[in-house]
């Protein structure tokens, strides 16, 4: 089950920065947003995040079990874990939330939405969930997919990883300040 869910989380985090870099360059307006292929890879994406959430509650509840059969946590030693197992799940709300502002409707022509001082607040806090979720999980990922010299390209995945991320959040800035400024 962790190999499977390895390589459902490559297939998630390629879309993600598909999804998001694109995302980003949409809502700076640098280009038209409505995409067809944009939504297609969102919805793909959520099927995955949600197959890859299910692992996740199911490998938790294993934990659980483990923890209460032999009686004791380990909670210091473990901390790691924990904050991979908890921004995951703040990935999930967040993202239920991304999915509340972006999807709009109105007779079946998209609208945008409201996006004012919660929205953003809620799409940075997403951002930095994500990067806290990714970057804390590329190392095992990493050893999982079997990348045997994972330390020589660790650090180079993490920057490019958190240069992504800041463009994603300044976009999500520009958005807010098109919305509520220009």
């Not at 509650?57 to 380990?74: P, V």
Request: with cysteine.
């Amino acid at each position: 089950m962790r190999k499977w869910n390895a390589v459902l989380s490559m297939g998630i985090l390629a879309l993600f920065l598909v999804h998001a870099v694109a995302g980003a360059f949409q809502l700076s307006g640098i280009i038209p947003g409505g995409s067809v292929i944009m939504e297609k890879i969102a919805l793909v994406m959520v099927c995955l995040i949600f197959i890859h959430f299910v692992i996740g509650i199911k490998l938790t509840a294993d934990t659980f079990t483990a923890i209460k059969k032999s009686g004791t946590s380990y909670f210091k030693e473990n901390k790691l874990f924990w904050v991979r197992r908890i921004s995951g799940f703040a990935v999930m709300l967040f993202v239920i939330f991304h999915i509340m502002i972006f999807l709009g409707t109105n007779n079946g022509a998209y609208r945008l939405n409201l996006f004012e001082g919660i929205q953003l607040a809620s799409q940075l806090l997403m951002v930095l969930s994500v990067a806290i979720h990714v970057i804390t999980n590329i190392k095992p990922l990493m050893i999982s997919l079997g990348t045997k010299s994972y330390k020589v390209f660790l650090t180079d995945i993490i920057l490019v990883l958190s240069v992504l991320l800041v463009f994603m959040g300044v976009g999500f800035v520009i958005y807010y300040l098109r919305w509520n400024v220009f």
